[in-house]
């Protein structure tokens, strides 16, 4: 499992949380939690323990220390649960001591990333617990949360998947309209070549393919690298894999489900992407209950 810093660094991880922080205690010379202000008086101590209310797979430790951080130096964790653990109902992941106040002004903000990585790393793993006995590895989408897309794509492999692209930027994908546009596979391709070579750019080239002839054009295109099995039955998947004999890499995707994921895995495919790891991952149910101490 990577560690949080392989795809975020200190000063984006910081200036993310920072804006998350304003969104919720607001900035300049009326900002501050007035709630807890006004009711607690200042000083008194505090502990408030991070609980599981559901089965989870946990995620975001190291985000939540930092939040914890930026809130007040005097707030600190104590840890019992590591990013990748399966936690059960009133399991406790962690305990934080510190100034109330600052306790509840962090609250929220720490609840809301360490609940949404968490679910997207649940759903990952709900998938990838299907077909981990599979020789087929299950990929993540571009269908990320905006401005969370490092994050989400993080606890995507805390949940034992791995990430497709990052981007447009890092692997070509010639989808439906790029191939519809260029006029076709072979002409999509061949101009993409062009473009890489002209510009001195080393990247795959994955090509959409929507049937079988789709696949016969892409094998015949040395420069292809992964075809795209797009809404494909498994019944056309092994077909595909037949009709590739290993040549290139084979990746289902398009309207795959937790019930029909190890059906297309079987098929022989080396990658199934879903995009549902990230675009309909529900938040996990976490508590952070605080007391004076």
Known sequence: MKPLSAYLDTADLDAHIQRSLHEDLGTGAGAGDHSSNAALPEGVQGCAELKAKQALCFAGRDVADCVLRAVSPDLSATWFAEDGDRLNPGQVAAEVRGPLRALLGAERTLLNY???????ATQTQRYADQIADLPCALLDTRKTTPGWRMLEKWAVQVGGARNHRVGLHDMVMLKDNHVDLAGGISEAVLRTETYLAERGLDRAIEVECRCLDDVREALALPGVDRIM????????????????????ELEASGGITLETLRSFAETGV?????????????????????RRI
């Open 114 to 120: 360490v609940q949404r990585l968490s679910g997207v």
């Open 270 to 290: 080396q990658y199934i992407s879903v995009g549902a790891l990230t675009h309909s991952a529900p938040a996990v149910d976490l508590n952070f209950k605080a």
């Open 229 to 248: 099995l797009d809404n494909f039955t498994p019944a056309q998947c092994r077909a595909a894999v037949a009709l590739n004999a290993g040549q290139k």
